[in-house]
């Protein structure tokens, strides 16, 4: 991450902390995202290991395996839709990109001086 980048998340931090708040908020619950889908992944492959017989007379395997899929495809959505949250953000803090480069500049007109 360059100056430029930096000055740039500064300039969002003071001119608009509520789309930083948010931009953090989703980071996080993108993080929680993957740690759930790994461990409905561990949980999937210990039930598919520990399966004696025929798996697909299993009615309890079937059933944790019925609700793994309706939590993955909640976090899917939801993942989804913290994806178009997350590049409305990036279009809005473009705006302030001019910003962060004049000062990125000024800062290397300071500095040799």
Known sequence: MGLEDQLLNLV???????LAAL?????QQQNGFTIKMHELED?????????????????????????TKKISD??????TLAK????DILVTS???RS??????FLFFLMNDL
Not at 23 to 27: C, F, G, K
Not at 44 to 65: F, N, P, R
Not at 74 to 79: H, P, Y
């Open 74 to 79: 909640d976090i899917e959505q939801q993942s």
């Open 99 to 104: 910003v962060a480069n004049r000062s990125s």
């Open 84 to 87: 178009k949250t997350q590049v």
């Open 94 to 96: 473009k705006k302030y």
């Open 23 to 27: 931009s953090e908020d989703l980071v």
């Open 12 to 18: 969002v931090e003071k001119e608009r902390p509520d």
């Open 43 to 67: 949980n999937i492959l210990s039930k598919l290991a520990s399966a004696e017989g025929d798996i697909t007379e299993d009615v309890a395997l079937i059933e944790g395996l019925e609700e």
